[in-house]
């Protein structure tokens, strides 16, 4: 299970992120405790009153637990990840929220703590929050049996789906996949041993080499995004440079889009719409069925939702008419019979509620086996219509290199006429008459 963490300001976006049913299929609040309010919104709202008393800005602290795509993980679980990830973090008793997101046949959970304790009014620092999580999350996929990322095994071999929130929304502007994105670019970096093979490789892929204003080495899109190299290829600065040699070399950001611009003009415009308009009519009927799988999942939870209250409401009814009031019940007091029915009742009663849990869970593992069947139909047309992106860029590559060579033939034929000219004005033309 991946766990990541970060220390968090802005409440209300933290609250609306937890919250979006738009861009998640489900979204189940699991947990408000330690706090007055008993929703999200009104928690939030209420640990930042709470840090306006100190100086602290980044009053919250967030971690996301994401499970094997395919793993079937019960809800204790992710509690006693939770619990695990809150006492090394020293985060023990404090209020918390917890939250489950469902989205392309994946389950994955939020958990978000306040960092101010409330006896000494100050935050609570976050020491080597990271380390003490990677290491949690090795332990979890050791324990649950899971095949380990290679970004365990080999410190040089993350995983190219690890993106930040930034790089998510960058990706989204340009229509494509975070983890796509710089998944194309570790390939090009893979396939290259020098400065010119790996242009060769980006150019293929849409890309164009570049020199940032801050960040070194960067790439930029068609679309004219700029994506920092070392961050996206998890490489140091001094690496890039032992291959690509001195970014001062590099034409600008500014340059680069200068030129991507001159190149593309109104044949690209064209033929990317015509290639996007193909990609949106073949997802279409993909779309449709997942927002009608969706919406048949969320009926046939609520449905569940609904039996499990309403047999609830039965069995407590029947479990409070098991003791009897007045003269009758305090008869039972005296002879013991009240205090044997009340502790038979509390042992329904958990087990009752273990059965509803059960049920539930049996229910999203359910339903998550079918939506991650028609999420392998999605991946592969988006893996198709990768490739059918990507050859347009590398037909575009080549159609561009061949006027790059007429330019400079131009340009030499032109300047051997200019020479012929001048050596006619002075009289000495020693070329051939044809």
């Not at 395919?70 to 918390?96: C, H, M, W, Y």
């Not at 080999?154 to 998510?168: G, H, I, M, V, Y």
């Not at 087990?351 to 049996?362: C, I, M, P, T």
């Amino acid at each position: 299970m991946l766990l990541k963490g970060n220390q968090r300001g802005g409440g209300r976006q933290m609250a609306l992120h937890l919250l979006n049913a738009d861009q998640n299929e489900h979204v189940s609040v699991h947990e408000v405790s330690g706090f007055v309010a008993d929703d999200v919104q009104g928690a939030l709202k209420e640990a930042y009153a709470l840090s306006k008393a100190t100086k602290c800005k980044q009053f919250m602290y967030s971690l996301s637990l994401n499970p094997p795509q395919d793993a079937k993980v019960p809800i204790k679980t992710f509690e006693s990840a939770i619990e695990e990830a809150e006492n090394r973090l020293g985060l023990e008793g404090q209020p918390r929220v917890v939250v489950f997101h469902e989205k392309e046949g994946r389950r994955h959970a939020h958990c978000v703590w306040s960092r101010i304790n409330t006896d000494e009014m100050k935050a609570i620092n976050m020491s080597h929050d990271h380390k003490k999580l990677n290491a949690l999350s090795k332990q979890l996929y050791l324990e649950n049996d899971w095949k380990l990322p290679e970004g365990f095994i080999d410190k040089s071999k993350k995983s190219p789906l690890n993106f930040t929130r930034a790089e998510w929304q960058q990706a989204l502007r340009t229509g494509q996949k975070a983890g796509e994105i710089k998944e194309a670019l570790q390939e090009c970096w893979a396939i290259s041993d020098s400065r010119k093979a790996f242009e060769q490789a980006l150019g293929d892929k849409g890309y164009t080499l570049a020199r940032g204003d801050r960040r070194g080495y960067v790439a930029v899109d068609v679309y004219g995004e700029v994506y920092s190299l070392p961050r996206q290829l998890s490489k140091k600065a001094k690496d890039l440079k032992a291959r690509l040699g001195d970014p001062k070399s590099l034409p600008s950001v500014q340059e680069a889009k200068t030129t991507i611009a001159g190149r593309m003009g109104k044949v690209f415009s064209h033929y990317g719409d015509e290639m996007n308009l193909k990609h949106e009519k073949e997802k279409q009927p993909l779309l449709t069925q997942k927002e009608a799988i969706t919406l048949e999942h969320r009926k046939q939870r609520a449905a569940q939702q609904e039996r499990q209250e309403k047999r609830w409401l039965q069995e407590e009814q029947r479990r409070a008419a098991r003791l009897r009031k007045g003269f009758k019940g305090l008869w039972d007091r005296l002879t013991g019979s009240y205090s044997r029915t009340r502790k038979r009742n509390e042992t329904e009663t958990e087990k009752a509620r273990l059965r509803d849990r059960l049920e539930h869970e049996k229910l999203i593992h359910a339903q998550l086996e079918k939506r991650q069947e028609l999420q392998r139909q999605m991946l592969a047309l988006r893996k198709s219509q990768i490739q059918e992106r990507f050859q347009l860029y590398r037909g575009m590559n080549k159609h561009y290199k061949k006027l790059d060579r007429q330019d400079e033939l131009k340009k030499l034929l032109h300047k051997q006429r200019m020479e012929k000219a001048k050596r006619k004005d002075h009289g000495f033309d020693f070329d051939p008459e044809i």
